[in-house]
């Protein structure tokens, strides 16, 4: 089993890494399908934020994915995350639609949920959590 376990971090980085580099190639290729939840209050088009989003969301998840760059794109991935949260908290406070259906109170919750999960993964690939020496007890 703890030989197993040794491989843990790369399943969490792995998984996390595909999740944001397909969402970041949907920001390229289905650029209309984000553009409702961009705040309005942001200059320049919603197309263009979309765009812009979507760079960064492909990097960490190629960093994540590779052990080499894992710490710098974990850390990257929780600011990344903190700062894209304003499209989905935007959307649950304005009730917005995607694809023509609002989401009930309870999905955007869920969705919060699963952001601060994502953020813990990121954080804890990213070395954020303090190492427990059991030597020390």
């Known amino acids: 089993m703890k030989h197993l376990w040794q491989y843990h971090k790369d399943v969490l980085a792995i998984g996390l890494g595909l999740f944001f580099l397909n969402v970041g190639i949907m920001h390229f290729t ?6 409702p939840i961009v705040p309005e209050i ?13 760079v960064p ?13 894992r710490v710098l794109a974990g850390k990257a991935t929780v600011v ?17 639609p995607l694809d023509g259906n609002t989401f009930p ?3 955007h919750f ?5 952001q601060l999960g994502m953020i813990a993964v990121a954080a804890y690939l ?10 020390e007890n």
């Open 30 to 35: 289905d650029v209309e399908w984000f553009t």
């Open 42 to 54: 942001l200059p320049f088009s919603a197309e263009f934020w979309v765009i812009v989003s979507g």
């Open 57 to 69: 969301e492909v990097l960490c998840g190629l960093g994540l994915m590779l052990p080499q760059t």
């Open 80 to 96: 990344l995350l903190v700062v894209l949260y304003w499209a989905n908290l935007n959307m649950w406070i304005y009730d917005i």
């Open 105 to 107: 109170v309870w999905a």
């Open 110 to 114: 869920l969705r919060l949920l699963a």
């Open 126 to 135: 990213g070395e954020w959590f303090p190492k427990y020496n059991s030597s």
